[in-house]
């Protein structure tokens, strides 16, 4: 919850801003919701519901103001104004953000560093687990990892990759100095991109093999396509994070992680029906396999031999990969990444969210989807906001403008009539103020598309 600290000095301001009437003066101080749910349990309509912010949203749609959180709520914060629930803490932060005197404060950090402080002074040998992280918990994962500045993209590891765990995207037809014609050309006939005729045989492996399609044959000889003087190779590298997700999703368990490496067994993949472990892969790596040994490609099991094809630029490395939970301030509430957590692992806060490490999987999902780029990330799969629907039904709107004073791009007002109107030629669909409307009144949806 939030509370006030004692600078307060009862001006009110959090009190006249605060959009769900959640905050009243007692004795010159103001007392707010704690944010216990209990109000949410009780309900018999199920229209009270916990929010990304962990606070609670109440479905006007489903309300019938019965009065039962009003009788439930254990700190008499909760009344009924005509068909609308007043006095139940949202967490959207406007009371921190208005109070002129920086006195109203989120109890979560005050009670995180009250904790931390009250262990450390007892200096116990096996401290009792607490649900505050600590300071110093971090997520991590081992994978291999692309060094985008060295890599070249010539995709030599995706065609040494046993399990085309690695995707190289760049465009066909040119030559990357991937030298795998080299390596193939059994007559030893090709040495920097270059054909000795005397050597070629013409047996046409280099053709065949090339993973840009950029060799072909012209009155029998060999010609390597070549890029133009000063033209650069651009595109994506992505391959398998390694997070296990696959292997959590899989329900006859083909997909198994064992000391942290992905392993898969065929045999006990052959009766699946569901294939949810594609749905899960968060950049899009795994898919199904035109091979009759197995049915699924693009998982990484670990074998380090992209690590040893990529002898010259050494772009391809083992890497401890850890979060600590931070992010950019270009964080705009938007709940994107709480959304699709898969983990459930992720509270928002007003400019910043809240990580449970201990949960987070590293899969990068949240940073996958950022529309700006403030999750930390590792790998260049990108997706962005293709389309969506905003539209703000008025007949349960609470008028609060919440979702006004949340939008980053100013797509929200009020029309001549006083109604909350969305301007679809600056909404950017990132659900900013759908996550944060107190009485469920916006209707909302999105879609996602591939950027790089």
Known sequence: MFLSTKKCEGIGECIKECPTGAIRLIEGKPFSCITCGACAEACPNRAIFKNKYGGFVVDRAKCNACGVCELTCPVNNITIEGDMVKGICSRCGICVDTCPIDARIDAYDVIEDRQLKFLESLNLTNPPEVRIKKVDEIANRVNVLTDTEKCT?????????????IIV???????????????????????????????????????????????????????????????????NIISCLNCGLCAEACELGALKRVDGKIRYDPSLCEECTAMKCLDVCPVGTLRESEEDERRIKGYCVSCGRCVKACDLNEARSFKNVTWNGKISEDCISCGICAELCPKGAITLKRGSINVDLEKCALCEKCAIHCPQDAIPTTTMRKKSIRDGFVFVENKLCMNCKLCMKTCPEEAIFEDEKGRLTVDDSKCIYCGACNNVCPARAILFEREFEVAR
């Open 169 to 235: 995207d760049t465009d066909s037809g040119v030559c990357t100095e991937c030298r795998v014609c080299e390596d193939v050309c059994p007559a030893e006939a090709i040495s920097d991109t270059t054909i000795d005729e005397e050597k070629c045989t013409l047996c046409l492996k280099c053709v065949k093999e090339c993973p840009n399609k950029a060799i072909s044959v012209d009155d029998f000889k060999i010609k390597i396509n070549k890029p133009e003087e000063g033209h650069e190779i651009e595109g």
């Open 153 to 165: 993209l010539c995709g030599r590891c995706e065609y040494y990759c046993p399990t085309d765990a």
